[in-house]
């Protein structure tokens, strides 16, 4: 007994560095490689002669395999001489001292070799999304720029297995690299087993997602403009990129950035138990750093034009007043509908209950202004151009747009995942879509968002009155009259022609565009 648990501490103190300094070495150990073989040999002058030499598909293959390997390799001897390192500390300090306060490290055989499964899928993740950076990047010098940023979202996301809140199971195992460390740390530590559905549902959620980054690296590694020496431009900084007028990311593009926002959300999130004042971090590092700055990044690195991308264009007033009452009939009925299903005992509302309890405690020390801005417009604007703007947009050139409008609905509620919220975001998600869609500008989406946000932030302030209050259900019919009644104007007022969107409106979202990236 005393021995089980004095290797459960060990366990459960060096799992969680363990697994944290794994990721970040990993990260690390394929980023500078890939750099070298794709900016690297084309400043050379190797990269032409091997692209004669040989199909592309097996020269992107070749090298994804020699990243991935020094990829692992760097993971794996650092992961062991930190190892060694403890071991040989607890050496030091002589045999009784550490079991004297109860602790005792040790990495069973099983346990490392679960560990280099749990890289696997990860490492070829990165060595992918590395491959792609380094290809997208006109120089040697800015692709090492790119760290930063790249460095920044991983580390973040390696935080997972410090942070005593977050546990794998079926939500974090689909977040790329909060999975992987969430389950290096599970088979690390010795007091609980190890989930065996969450963690296989991680393998195979980051070796879908790191097949999806190949596929960008190939595509990348595929064009002539970026391959060739003569149009690299090397000395042309990232701020200085030349944009191809009327170029868009495409499918492969919007799921990648959704990738990363997602990982660096989540993890952010977690720290809210630990970071004294994290509210404050967490909201305007997520929406600045991350979903509009990472959305922002890539668009501006790949030369994408800035209109269609984030579909950036004016829309008649009309049209874009009516997206607020039509988007508040909507909520109301969502919210509404929360409360019955909470009530009901479908959904619950433990999670709920502790949210908003915080989110209340933080809106009672400010200003209606400072609320409004907090919580309605900086969400407003940062999440539709990632969303309705970057993510819909490369979707929908691809897969069209009721496909298009419902993913990228899903993926907005799931960054906003918790029970019953997940649905109610994909929800209003499907409305904030169809109006982008439908007017061809982002726009009424950002006023309709903001909106929304502004509303429960005004109602917040009456939670406490109104918490013993029916809602009688002619009120929700009313409200979902009317949403369709305001659906069917603004569908009229489009349709005419009356929201003034000049003639390539849709031509200029890309939508179909089969040969669009």
């Known amino acids: 007994g005393d021995v089980a648990a004095a290797s459960e ?15 970040l070495m990993a990260a690390m150990g394929a980023f500078y490689p890939a750099v070298d073989m794709a900016s690297g040999e084309r400043e ?55 079991a004297d306060a109860g602790i005792d490290f040790s990495l069973p055989p099983m346990t490392a070799v679960i560990l ?22 006109s120089s040697y010098r800015e692709a090492m720029v790119y760290m930063t940023p790249y460095i920044l979202v991983v580390t973040v996301a390696s935080y997972a297995p410090l942070l005593p809140a977050l546990e794998l199971d079926a939500f974090t195992a689909l977040i790329p690299v909060v999975n992987t460390g969430l389950l290096a740390f599970g088979a690390l530590r010795a007091d609980a087993p190890l989930p065996a559905g969450p963690a296989a549902l991680a393998l195979l959620a980051n070796t879908v997602y790191a097949g999806l980054a190949l596929v960008w690296a190939a595509w990348m590694f595929g064009r002539e403009g970026i391959l060739s020496r003569r149009s690299a431009e090397p000395g042309a900084p990232l701020w200085q990129r030349r944009v191809r007028r009327g170029s868009a990311p495409g499918v492969t593009a919007a799921l990648v950035v959704w990738l990363l926002v997602l990982a660096a959300h989540w ?49 008649a007033p009309k049209v874009a007043a009516l997206a607020v009452p039509l988007v508040l009939c909507w909520s109301f009925v ?10 009901a005992g479908v959904w619950r509302d433990g999670d709920i209950a502790e949210r908003i309890a915080a989110l209340l405690a933080l809106l009672e020390s400010l200003p209606l202004v400072a609320r ?41 509620g799931l960054l906003h995942g918790f029970g019953a919220q997940i649905i109610a975001a994909s929800l209003l998600g499907l409305v904030l879509g169809w109006l982008v869609v439908r007017t061809g500008s982002i726009i009424p989406a950002i006023l309709a968002h903001f909106a929304n946000n502004a509303a429960v932030v005004i109602l917040s302030g009456y939670a406490p009155q109104a918490a013993g209050l029916d809602v009688p259900w002619w009120s929700v019919a009313m409200a979902l009259a009317g949403f369709v009644v305001l659906i069917w104007r603004l569908g009229r007022w489009t349709s005419e022609g009356t929201n003034e969107v000049p003639a390539e409106s849709l031509e200029s979202l890309g939508a179909r565009r089969p040969d669009a990236r």
Not at 9 to 23: D, H, P, S, T
Not at 384 to 412: K, M, S, Y
């Open 44 to 98: 050379r002058g190797t990269l032409e002669a091997l692209l004669a030499a040989a199909p592309r598909a097996d020269i992107v293959a070749s090298k994804l395999i020699v990243v991935m390997m020094l990829c692992m390799a760097t993971a794996v001897l650092n992961v062991a001489s930190m190892a060694i390192t403890f071991s040989q500390v607890a050496s030091g300090l002589g045999d009784g001292a550490l």
């Open 116 to 137: 280099l499964l749990a890289l696997v899928p990860t490492a070829a993740l990165f060595s992918a999304l590395s491959l792609a950076i380094s290809a997208a990047a």
């Open 9 to 23: 501490r060990g366990a459960f103190l060096l799992g969680r560095v363990l697994a944290m300094l794994a990721i």
């Open 267 to 315: 993890s952010l999130v977690g720290l809210l138990p630990v970071v004294e004042g994290a509210p404050w971090v967490t909201l305007l590092g997520t929406q600045f750093v991350f979903v509009l700055g990472i959305p922002l990044l890539v668009a501006r690195g790949s030369g994408f034009d800035p209109r269609p991308t984030f579909a950036l264009r004016r829309v």
């Open 372 to 412: 409004l801005a907090l919580f309605a417009a900086v969400p407003a604007c940062a999440e539709e151009l990632l969303f309705r703007g970057f993510i819909l947009g490369g979707l929908r050139r691809a897969w069209g747009d009721w496909p298009a409008i419902a993913v990228t609905a899903l993926l907005f």
């Open 334 to 343: 969502q919210l509404t509908w929360i409360r019955w299903s909470v009530d």
